[in-house]
């Protein structure tokens, strides 16, 4: 057998890879205050296209070098068990890891690398390559999370490894009312044309950096606006979730299509929030239609036509938004009737044949309502945390003042500035995330494998967020609001779902497309709410009678926690069923078939033995 080629080099970035070559990127992470690391590796084809990916999870073994050692062992198996290409490069950060590699020197993890050159000789040719820390950011991620959490790992592979097959949603019966599942970004599969020109038009409009920065203006004034709401309320209980949601609401539809739907604490945002929350909580709803698809076309719980209520109520709001600008373009030439706003660029694409009407406004609908719940139930969890937490909110505010000192009125880039305030809004949304459950993905094909369980085509796999972003293993006291923890991690963990322990926005394709504007408007209005006033809660009120429990409603069918910062119900308490506790508003559901066939209460439970009411006393077991 010929003797494999073997290279070294530097490279600032991947650098050139020949045609026939596997590129293999790997690389180590180590966790703090454990005995622990793990070693990554990751492969893809000389076009980048992801083609497989490992992890190890050492437990005392904590060297660099020696870990990264044992990652380039890792890389060289994944590329033997994926036996794609017979010539491989292999890149490092360690450059004393790779010329060991290449040396007879070869330090104190010389077995290993015994072991690496003794699997080279599978190859025609192996390169080992040092490269810098950038071109090995993804196998960091995935060493990360690794040694972080193992339930990050398999997040990771579900949203790297499996996200084309997991593209696709689980659509509910209800959400199928109205045509409104078939024209909306939000269920529409990602191989749908209709699905990414959508999200195309959505994301280049609305959440470049160019199309953010044209709309920073619009999004200044309302959050001044909100100020000025309060102001007028300065000294009295205010509803804040309320208040909030309705600014939130005029932000958002200033954005879109630069028209206010509410007035600022009025019962209108009160209404329209219900009106949302009812539809997508029927949506949510357990439906037998979705247990046994064939009687869907009986629509049993009339949940379709409840839904379907909701929705035209909701379309036609925005359909008049939609008619009002349609006549006011066509009445006159002049651009000077243009308000050069989203709406704007959705009526050119319309008159142009290229996206119909129903569509334009499912995507307003999609934007203006995932966009507002998102932004809005963050800013409230987050107040409602520092109300609850006095000492938190006082180093936040003076965070504020000692970087920005007398400036009268915050700009929105000024929040930016303030780390610690930026560890208040990741806190809150790791502790409340706004999905605790994300929308429901369905597999699209076989092969999908995650944690060792295989889920068939057709397959509904779902991502509980709220106990991935309270993994113990992953979080130090995981239930408590301690935004300190992202101090020290700020540079590393951020929302854009390549940190598998924190992904309050999802990650992978269907990844909320929002996230760009969201994480600029939630930190500078809580930013503008601590600069302008002192919070307390109301007299008589302590921290621990603050109503704070969790109740699971909907947001775009996307579950959120709710809740009234200044009614507190003290009536009601959780109870507690077989040491689990039962929240108020919590569904229970009893097993009856399970129940009546518990081997600890019945002899041969499955068998049909009538004799068993005799022998038990029919007077002692009876229907009621």
Same mark, same amino acid.
């Given at each position: 057998?010929?003797?494999?080629?073997?290279?070294?080099?530097?490279?600032?970035?991947?650098?050139?890879?020949?045609?026939?070559?596997?590129?293999?990127?790997?690389?180590?992470?180590?966790?703090?205050?454990?005995?622990?690391?793990?070693?990554?590796?990751?492969?893809?084809?000389?076009?980048?296209?992801?083609?497989?990916?490992?992890?190890?999870?050492?437990?005392?073994?904590?060297?660099?070098?020696?870990?990264?050692?044992?990652?380039?062992?890792?890389?060289?198996?994944?590329?033997? @068990?994926?036996?794609?290409?017979?010539?491989?490069?292999?890149?490092?950060?360690?450059?004393?890891?790779?010329?060991?590699?290449?040396?007879?020197?070869?330090?104190?993890?010389?077995?290993?690398?015994?072991?690496?050159?003794?699997?080279?000789?599978?190859?025609?040719?192996?390169?080992?390559?040092?490269?810098?820390?950038?071109?090995?950011?993804?196998?960091?991620?995935?060493?990360?999370?690794?040694?972080?959490?193992?339930?990050?790992?398999?997040?990771?592979?579900?949203?790297?490894?499996?996200?084309?097959?997991?593209?696709?949603?689980?659509?509910?019966?209800?959400?199928?009312?109205?045509?409104?599942?078939?024209?909306?970004?939000?269920?529409?599969?990602?191989?749908?044309?209709?699905?990414?020109?959508?999200?195309?038009?959505?994301?280049?409009?609305?959440?470049?950096?160019?199309?953010?920065?044209?709309?920073?203006?619009?999004?200044?004034?309302?959050?001044?606006?909100?100020?000025?709401?309060?102001?007028?309320?300065?000294?009295?209980?205010?509803?804040?979730?309320?208040?909030?949601?309705?600014?939130?609401?005029?932000?958002?539809?200033?954005?879109?299509?630069?028209?206010?739907?509410?007035?600022?604490?009025?019962?209108?945002?009160?209404?329209?929030?219900?009106?949302?929350?009812?539809?997508?909580?029927?949506?949510?709803?357990?439906?037998?239609?979705?247990?046994?698809?064939?009687?869907?076309?009986?629509?049993?719980?009339?949940?379709?036509?409840?839904?379907?209520?909701?929705?035209?109520?909701?379309?036609?709001?925005? @359909?008049?938004?939609?008619?009002?600008?349609? #006549?006011?373009?066509?009445?006159?030439?002049?651009?000077?009737?243009?308000?050069? @706003?989203?709406?704007?660029?959705?009526?050119?694409?319309?008159?142009?044949?290229? *996206?119909?009407?129903?569509?334009?406004?499912?995507?307003?609908?999609?934007?203006?309502?995932?966009?507002?719940?998102?932004?809005?139930?963050?800013?409230?969890?987050? %107040?409602?945390?520092?109300?609850?937490?006095?000492?938190? %909110?006082?180093?936040?505010?003076?965070?504020?003042?000692?970087?920005?000192?007398?400036?009268?009125?915050?700009?929105?880039?000024?929040?930016?500035?303030?780390?610690?305030?930026?560890?208040?809004?990741?806190?809150?949304?790791?502790?409340?995330?706004?999905?605790?459950?994300?929308?429901?993905?369905?597999?699209?094909?076989?092969?999908? #494998?995650?944690?060792?369980? =295989?889920?068939?085509?057709?397959?509904?796999?779902?991502?509980?967020?709220?106990?991935? *972003?309270?993994?113990?293993?992953?979080?130090?006291?995981?239930?408590?609001?301690?935004?300190?923890?992202?101090?020290?991690?700020? =540079?590393?963990?951020?929302?854009?779902?390549?940190?598998? #322990?924190?992904?309050?926005?999802?990650?992978?394709?269907? %990844?909320?497309?929002?996230?760009?504007?969201?994480?600029?408007?939630?930190?500078?209005?809580?930013?503008?709410?601590?600069?302008?006033?002192?919070?307390?809660?109301?007299?008589?009120?302590?921290?621990?009678?603050?109503?704070?429990?969790?109740?699971?409603?909907?947001?775009?069918?996307?579950?959120?926690?709710?809740?009234?910062?200044?009614?507190?119900?003290?009536?009601?308490?959780?109870?507690?069923?077989?040491?689990?506790?039962?929240?108020?508003?919590?569904?229970?559901?009893?097993?009856?078939?399970?129940? *009546?066939?518990?081997?600890?209460?019945? #002899?041969?439970?499955?068998?049909?033995?009538?004799?068993?009411?005799?022998?038990?006393?029919?007077?002692?077991?009876?229907?009621?």
């Amino acid at each position: 057998m010929r003797r494999p080629q073997e290279t070294i080099g530097t490279a600032t970035s991947s650098g050139f890879l020949a045609n026939g070559f596997l590129k293999i990127n790997v690389d180590v992470a180590t966790g703090k205050n454990v005995n622990r690391s793990a070693a990554a590796a990751i492969a893809r084809d000389i076009n980048g296209d992801f083609l497989g990916a490992s992890a190890l999870v050492l437990e005392g073994i904590v060297d660099p070098e020696t870990v990264e050692a044992i990652a380039c062992r890792e890389g060289m198996a994944l590329a033997s @068990d994926l036996a794609l290409l017979r010539r491989i490069r292999l890149a490092s950060d360690c450059s004393n890891v790779v010329r060991s590699i290449l040396e007879q020197d070869m330090g104190s993890y010389g077995p290993i690398i015994k072991e690496i050159k003794a699997r080279r000789t599978s190859f025609e040719e192996v390169q080992f390559v040092h490269e810098g820390r950038s071109s090995n950011g993804e196998a960091h991620t995935i060493a990360r999370s690794s040694v972080l959490s193992p339930m990050g790992t398999h997040v990771w592979e579900a949203f790297t490894w499996h996200d084309r097959r997991l593209a696709a949603r689980a659509v509910p019966d209800a959400a199928r009312a109205f045509g409104f599942a078939d024209r909306s970004v939000v269920w529409l599969p990602s191989s749908d044309p209709m699905w990414k020109t959508q999200r195309g038009v959505v994301a280049s409009h609305l959440f470049t950096p160019r199309g953010l920065a044209s709309t920073r203006g619009v999004r200044e004034h309302r959050v001044r606006e909100l100020v000025s709401y309060f102001l007028e309320r300065a000294g009295r209980e205010v509803e804040v979730g309320h208040a909030v949601y309705g600014g939130v609401l005029n932000l958002v539809s200033n954005v879109i299509c630069s028209v206010d739907v509410v007035d600022v604490g009025a019962d209108s945002a009160t209404g329209l929030r219900k009106l949302v929350e009812d539809l997508v909580e029927l949506i949510a709803t357990p439906n037998v239609s979705d247990l046994y698809p064939f009687l869907r076309s009986l629509d049993l719980q009339g949940w379709r036509r409840f839904a379907a209520k909701h929705l035209e109520k909701i379309f036609s709001i925005l @359909d008049g938004i939609v008619h009002h600008r349609v #006549e006011e373009v066509r009445s006159s030439s002049s651009k000077e009737t243009q308000n050069n @706003d989203f709406l704007d660029a959705l009526i050119e694409l319309m008159s142009t044949g290229k *996206m119909a009407r129903d569509n334009v406004t499912s995507i307003l609908f999609d934007v203006f309502t995932t966009g507002s719940d998102t932004i809005a139930i963050t800013v409230e969890w987050a %107040m409602a945390e520092l109300l609850r937490n006095p000492s938190i %909110m006082a180093k936040a505010r003076a965070e504020i003042k000692g970087v920005l000192g007398d400036k009268e009125t915050i700009e929105e880039p000024d929040a930016g500035s303030l780390p610690y305030l930026q560890a208040v809004v990741k806190e809150a949304m790791r502790l409340h995330p706004v999905p605790p459950i994300m929308l429901p993905h369905k597999a699209v094909e076989d092969g999908v #494998e995650v944690s060792g369980y =295989a889920a068939p085509q057709g397959a509904t796999v779902i991502f509980n967020v709220w106990a991935i *972003m309270r993994d113990p293993v992953a979080w130090e006291k995981p239930d408590d609001f301690m935004p300190e923890r992202f101090l020290d991690r700020a =540079a590393q963990v951020d929302f854009r779902g390549k940190h598998f #322990e924190f992904i309050p926005f999802g990650s992978g394709r269907r %990844m909320c497309p929002g996230l760009p504007m969201a994480e600029r408007v939630v930190p500078f209005i809580l930013a503008s709410l601590l600069h302008a006033f002192e919070w307390h809660l109301p007299d008589g009120v302590s921290a621990e009678q603050l109503d704070v429990t969790e109740k699971f409603t909907t947001a775009n069918n996307n579950t959120h926690m709710a809740f009234n910062f200044f009614i507190q119900i003290s009536s009601v308490h959780p109870d507690e069923i077989s040491g689990c506790a039962v929240l108020k508003g919590s569904t229970m559901i009893f097993n009856i078939w399970e129940i *009546m066939r518990d081997p600890s209460a019945w #002899e041969r439970p499955d068998e049909f033995v009538p004799e068993r009411w005799f022998l038990n006393g029919a007077a002692e077991v009876d229907w009621n």
